[in-house]
């Protein structure tokens, strides 16, 4: 009964679960193109490459970011960003706003990034 229970409770709750995904897929594909640099492309290689990437944040000028992973144990969200850890990341990423610019979220998790074109 216990385990019928469970699997009920995990189908009620599969389609919210792909509804948090989508809507912020589709966040990301509303936000205005930006340029990025080859280098910054790289370093956004290496987030993806992390244990469990979570927030991408870019300067305007597209040559500097930040990003956020959770290590596993110490995650407040779980695989998803918290706001405060989404500010946070922006926050990082805006000790060179003086020198790139006020930055933005390029991606989040493992979703598809903002779309952007390659400068330099």
Same mark, same amino acid.
């Given at each position: 009964?216990?385990?019928?229970?469970?699997?009920?409770?995990?189908?009620? &709750?599969?389609?919210?679960?792909? %509804?948090?995904?989508?809507?912020?897929? /589709?966040?990301?594909?509303?936000? $205005?193109?930006? !340029?990025?640099?080859?280098?910054?492309?790289?370093? @956004? /290689?290496? @987030?993806?490459?992390? +244990? *469990?990437?979570?927030?991408?944040?870019?300067? /305007?000028? #597209?040559?500097?970011?930040? @990003?956020? &992973?959770?290590? #596993?144990?110490?995650?407040?969200? !779980?695989?998803? =960003?918290?706001?405060?850890?989404?500010?946070?990341? +922006?926050?990082?990423? *805006?000790?060179?706003?003086?020198?790139?610019? $006020?930055?933005?979220?390029?991606?989040? !998790?493992? %979703? =598809?990034?903002?779309?952007?074109?390659?400068?330099?």
């Amino acid at each position: 009964m216990g385990r019928r229970l469970s699997m009920m409770l995990l189908l009620a &709750f599969l389609p919210l679960l792909a %509804g948090c995904q989508t809507s912020q897929s /589709q966040s990301m594909e509303n936000l $205005p193109e930006i !340029g990025i640099s080859h280098e910054l492309l790289a370093y @956004y /290689q290496k @987030y993806r490459d992390s +244990i *469990n990437p979570l927030v991408f944040a870019v300067s /305007q000028d #597209g040559y500097w970011g930040s @990003y956020l &992973f959770c290590d #596993g144990h110490k995650c407040q969200g !779980g695989s998803q =960003p918290t706001s405060r850890e989404t500010s946070d990341t +922006i926050a990082r990423c *805006n000790e060179r706003e003086a020198e790139h610019g $006020p930055c933005s979220v390029f991606a989040l !998790g493992l %979703g =598809p990034p903002r779309k952007y074109h390659l400068i330099d």
